[in-house]
């Protein structure tokens, strides 16, 4: 939880407990079907065998699968992307400790576009945009 504080801080309104507590209620109702954990591969934040031992802990016996999901960098940010061997690591690990893991492939990063990086520079072109329209409309 505090390592998650600072990286998700809605955390401190939602606990990772109460939010495995609300997931494990739904899946009860859902036979057969895995829920699907989103994980962003962060260098040295989240990205050691500790954390994929804590988070196999957190979803021991569960149907759960988990998505890595190696981080885009963008401007603006501290963080960084794992490197592949540590995300192999982390990936072996989960599935040593018997959960099913896989690894997202990036795309678009190379423009911006992955994970919905793009869409904040459309909707800043987009605003930019309507006010050079709403200037030259009052200028005529």
């Known amino acids: ?35 699907t ?27 759960a699968k988990v998505n890595l999901i190696p981080f885009n960098p963008f401007a603006g ?18 599935r040593q400790r018997g959960l099913v893991s896989t690894t997202r492939r990036t795309r678009g990063d190379d423009i911006d576009a992955a994970c919905g990086q793009l869409v904040g520079q459309v909707e800043d072109r987009t605003r930019r945009s309507q006010k050079y329209i709403q200037v030259q409309q009052v200028n005529g």
Do not use: C
């Open 77 to 94: 940010n501290d963080y960084e992307r794992s490197r592949p061997e540590t995300i192999e690591k982390f990936q072996n690990r989960l």
């Open 37 to 63: 954990f989103e994980y962003v591969m962060l260098r040295d934040v989240n990205d050691t065998i500790g954390h994929a031992d804590e988070l196999a802990v957190l979803l021991k016996d569960r149907p």
């Open 1 to 35: 939880d505090e390592l998650r504080d600072k990286l998700v801080p809605i955390n401190r309104l939602h606990p990772i407990a109460s939010l495995l507590d609300a997931t494990w209620r739904y899946a009860a109702k859902r036979a057969n079907r895995f829920i």
